[in-house]
């Protein structure tokens, strides 16, 4: 595609829930990348793959939090048993290199009630 | 203290302002340098990209590292009232480190026609 694709563009969750966060990423684009930004606060690094693989995921919160990435391509976020400090936007990025430019996609905005 | 610093704002200034946004950082392992613009309730776009010390100019922007003073800025030259976005910054430390960067909180500009 274009550019980074995530949906849903918007999530409201009640706590306790799982919920899943998906990201499309630019075609040939082999780095993926996961951030939360919460109101007021900068971008939160949470997990990097490089292809399938993911060789950081030093940022991830907590063991409710798991992603993964198949096929080089599509990834998911995973958030189990939701809480509500888990309320944020969380924002996929893709690049072409490690050692380049991102290009973000719009986010999903995550609403736990 | 943080590992970048950024003055969250908001700044505000009149169209056709020479617009200055700084940051600061404390780890002198940074070697890239990057400025993203977000738009509300958008992903964060790339500006600039640059390595190492020095200056890099692209149309009305110009990037600026002094890596001695642990200190980066962007100029806008000629603000526009589209200009209006939050400015963040974010650098990496590269080979030998990780190429994932550290983003500043960002800082909100107001360009008012």
């Known amino acids: 595609g274009a550019g980074v694709s995530q949906s849903p563009s918007n999530k409201v969750t009640e706590k306790g829930k799982d919920v899943e966060l998906r990201c499309d990423p630019i075609?040939?684009?082999?780095?993926l990348y996961w951030y939360r930004q919460s109101l007021g606060q900068g971008l939160e690094f949470l997990i990097y793959f490089q292809g399938n693989s993911a060789p950081d995921k030093s940022g991830l919160p907590s063991d409710r939090f798991s992603a993964e990435r198949t096929g080089g391509s599509v990834s998911t976020l995973t958030i189990q048993r939701t809480q509500q400090e888990d309320s944020a936007v969380y924002l996929c990025a893709s690049s072409p290199y490690q050692d380049y430019g991102y290009t973000f996609g719009s986010g999903t905005r995550l609403t736990v009630v | 203290q943080k590992e970048v610093e950024q003055d969250p704002g908001p700044l505000s200034v009149p169209e056709g302002a020479i617009v200055s946004l700084n940051c600061t950082y404390s780890n002198s392992a940074f070697q890239y340098f990057m400025w993203y613009r977000q738009y509300s309730r958008k992903g964060p776009e790339l500006l600039m990209y640059t390595y190492s010390s020095g200056n890099k100019e692209d149309g009305r922007f110009t990037a600026q590292v002094d890596k001695s003073s642990k200190y980066i800025s962007l100029f806008i030259r000629d603000s526009q009232p589209s200009d209006s976005a939050t400015y963040l910054c974010?650098?990496?430390?590269?080979?030998?480190?990780?190429?994932?960067?550290?983003f500043g909180r960002g800082t909100s500009l107001i360009v008012h026609p």
């Open positions: 075609s040939g684009h082999t780095a």
């Open positions: 974010a650098m990496s430390r590269g080979a030998g480190g990780s190429y994932i960067p550290t």
